[in-house]
């Protein structure tokens, strides 16, 4: 059940910028497993913006951006590319919640990969895709051209998960 006042909204021109803005704390937070630095203005690189082949949403909470999630859905395996859930704001079933939405909104064949390192995300996700598909899915650790060794959970969704 959605908690009270969740509110997911698709990224578009008119609320690029907070997802900018949040962007730049989930690059801040993984820069230690990147080794990114943000530039002279003290920006971040943003990876991957949400156009197309990939689709992203806002996650709002009480009228307050709390979240985004950037996935490909434009292919045969659709990828969660970039998420994010404000660390005040964990722990409460939100980032549940958003992945949910994607997944039932693009039915197919997910993965969801996550860095070298990033144990907090690969315990998420665990819980997320456990939860979600009932524990049918895969996971095996893989090399990624972009990212070097990941984690990877692969599973197949319906609209009626």
């Excluded at 060794?149 to 609209?159: L, S």
């Amino acid at each position: 059940m959605k908690p009270l006042n969740l509110k997911f909204v698709k990224i578009n021109q008119q609320n690029i910028e907070i997802f900018k803005n949040l962007a730049q704390a989930y690059e801040a937070e993984f820069s230690n497993l990147t080794h990114k630095m943000p530039n002279e203005r003290g920006l971040f690189k943003i990876d991957i913006l949400p156009d197309a082949p990939y689709v992203g949403y806002l996650l709002f909470y009480q009228e307050k951006a709390v979240g985004f999630c950037v996935a490909k859905v434009e292919s045969k395996i659709r990828d969660v590319a970039e998420f994010y859930i404000v660390p005040v704001m964990r722990k409460k079933n939100l980032g549940y919640e958003l992945a949910v939405m994607i997944f039932n909104r693009y039915p197919g064949e997910w993965q969801v990969r996550q860095i070298e390192g990033a144990i907090d995300a690969i315990n998420f996700w665990r819980r997320v895709i456990t939860k979600y598909t009932r524990n049918r899915y895969e996971e095996s650790v893989v090399q990624d051209d972009h990212w070097g060794m990941v984690t990877r959970q692969r599973f197949h969704t319906t609209a009626d998960e």
